[in-house]
């Protein structure tokens, strides 16, 4: 799908079949804001909103950054949304128009709210599993969030996507699916649902229990009983750096191969996506925590920023100590992600045949005749 604007100015989804070249380079950044050309364009790709009987507008609005792909659907179009316009390359590329869709802050709202049910559920869980006393904990902790963040992305795609992770949305904006305008707002919705979860939980966790196991924070060091010796163990900051990096690109590459791409959806499915993204995590989280020479200092990889924060906020203390790395690590795994996609997209192949790589991008945007060059590489792509 391509997000598209007609004479009415109204962002429109459209099949991918009916993209046309164009000749402004501020709308070669990414093929989802490319604009159909009215008078080129095939009868059947011209959509048009659909105008109610009450005068109301609806629009086809389909968001491609959504890990669970659904049916194209018809929104409203708001009311400030016909008082302001968006033409234009800064309002086009930030995505201002998402500023003014009540339909946006309503899946902000809901990526709030399961973001803090999530944080809530999955650290109880792995609290419980270290109070059980497994032998292997972290494989218990490692199976609760593949269940729990499985049900939470397939409850929560229809009204927001899904992502429940500051490190998916980052990347669904640097790879062209979201708006940054809709990436702000996820990413300040799931902060703040983190932080609840997490005060919600320290509320009901006996304080002797928080306090011993951190309340499920992210850590990665720890001060641990070692033959009867109080002693701190862990990893050090710069591998625990290169593991966040690491850790989170592969659930970045796994998560856009199996649920983000469009043809490979086809093949998974709404159901089998969601529970794939859920393994994925639940392994990454267990062979992570073997990394540490004594086990129990270093929690494990965090895989997303919002799971270290929310235990963070609620009790403070050593949990901010390196909270900074389960931040950093997923923003460099974003960035690097982010460039093999756009040098090496998923089915490269066909796609180079129909779009230009991002060094013809630059060269257009950067070129001191850009309607010459826009025109030379539309015929290129052609």
Request: with cysteine; hydrophobic share 50%.
């Amino acid at each position: 799908m391509a997000e598209v604007q007609d004479a009415g100015g109204y962002y429109i989804s459209v099949p991918s079949s009916c993209r046309v070249s164009v000749h402004n380079p501020a709308q070669l950044l990414s093929p989802r804001l490319a604009l159909l050309n009215s008078e080129t364009t095939p009868p059947e790709c011209r959509l048009r909103p659909n105008r109610a009987s009450n005068g109301e507008e609806y629009v086809h609005d389909v968001y491609e950054g959504s890990l669970v792909h659904y049916f194209p659907e018809e929104r409203k179009v708001g009311k400030l949304e016909k008082r302001f316009s968006f033409a234009g390359f800064l309002p086009t590329f930030l995505g201002l128009r998402d500023f003014f869709c009540p339909e946006v802050w309503r899946a902000a709202l809901s990526e709030f709210v399961a973001t803090a049910i999530l944080i809530f559920i999955s650290t109880a869980g792995a609290i419980s599993c270290l109070q059980a006393g497994f032998q292997s904990p972290l494989a218990a902790v490692g199976l609760i969030e593949f269940i729990t963040l499985s049900f939470m992305i397939l409850a929560a795609a229809p009204a927001s996507g899904g992502h429940l992770n500051p490190a998916i949305t980052l990347a669904t904006m640097l790879t062209g699916f979201s708006t940054p305008v809709r990436a702000l707002l996820y990413i300040i919705a799931q902060t703040a649902g983190s932080a609840v979860g997490g005060l919600i939980l320290n509320l009901v966790v006996a304080e002797d229990v928080a306090a011993k196991f951190a309340l499920g924070g992210c850590l990665l060091r720890n001060t641990i009983p070692v033959n009867g010796v109080l002693m701190e163990a862990g990893i050090s900051t710069g591998a625990g750096l290169v593991a966040e990096f690491v850790f989170t690109l592969a659930l970045l590459y796994i998560s856009f191969s199996v649920a983000l791409d469009p043809k490979q959806f086809q093949v998974t499915g709404p159901i089998l996506a969601p529970f794939m993204v859920g393994a994925v995590i639940g392994l990454l989280i267990f062979m992570s925590g073997g990394l540490a020479s004594v086990a129990g200092g270093y929690t494990g990889a965090g895989l997303n920023p919002a799971r270290c924060f929310g235990p963070a906020v609620a009790i403070g203390g050593h949990l901010w100590r390196d909270q900074w790395v389960f931040w950093v690590g997923p923003l460099l795994s974003c960035v690097a992600f982010s460039i093999l996609y756009h040098i090496i997209p998923p089915h490269h192949v066909e796609l180079y045949r129909s779009r230009m790589d991002i060094f013809a991008q630059l060269r257009t945007l950067f070129s001191s005749n850009p309607s010459s060059s826009s025109e030379r590489l539309v015929q290129t792509g052609e």
